[in-house]
């Protein structure tokens, strides 16, 4: 692939940046099917789940320690959703990382698959936005 294209696909797909006092507290990116293509993971996560044709990455997304608890993931999904009405996002999140997993049902995602992957246990969730 291009780096043309590339940068055209990553362009396409919303960052979205949480800062407080100018520092910044969270973080939360999205990206195209096409550009995860070669990433063994993210194939493990298509291979258990399709799901549509349109369909982007989600993830990763970071809250800063002292920002988490305080709805920050909440309010950063909540402005992907918008940006991205009626599409679908599909993300994986290891199953022993608890907080993760109840954090993203919390927001209305639902866990439609699982896998494993270098010997770890995987989630896939989706959500239409």
């Not at 362009?11 to 939360?28: E, N």
């Not at 988490?68 to 402005?79: D, S, T, V």
């Not at 699982?114 to 995987?122: D, K, L, Q, V």
């Given at each position: 692939?291009?780096?043309?294209?590339?940068?055209?696909?990553?362009?396409?797909?919303?960052?979205?940046?949480?800062?407080?006092?100018?520092?910044?507290?969270?973080?939360?990116?999205?990206?195209?099917?096409?550009?995860?293509?070669?990433i063994?993971?993210?194939?493990?996560?298509?291979?258990?789940?399709?799901?549509?044709?349109?369909?982007?990455?989600?993830?990763?997304?970071?809250?800063?320690?002292?920002?988490?608890?305080?709805?920050?993931?909440?309010?950063?999904?909540?402005?992907?959703?918008?940006?991205?009405?009626?599409?679908?996002?599909?993300l994986?999140?290891?199953?022993?990382?608890?907080?993760?997993?109840?954090?993203?049902l919390k927001?209305?995602?639902?866990?439609?698959a699982?896998?494993?992957?270098?010997?770890?246990?995987?989630a896939?969730?989706?959500?239409?936005?």
């Open positions: 692939m291009s780096a043309e294209r590339l940068a055209k696909m990553m362009q396409d797909m919303p960052l979205i940046v949480a800062r407080r006092d100018g520092r910044v507290t969270g973080f939360l990116l999205t990206s195209s099917r096409e550009v995860n293509a070669d063994p993971v993210v194939k493990a996560m298509f291979n258990a789940y399709h799901g549509t044709p349109d369909a982007y990455v989600y993830g990763p997304v970071c809250v800063g320690e002292e920002e988490r608890g305080k709805g920050l993931a909440q309010i950063m999904f909540a402005e992907l959703r918008r940006l991205e009405p009626g599409r679908e996002g599909i994986f999140i290891r199953n022993d990382n608890q907080p993760s997993l109840r954090a993203h927001m209305g995602m639902k866990k439609v699982s896998f494993e992957f270098n010997g770890f246990e995987y896939v969730f989706s959500y239409i936005g």
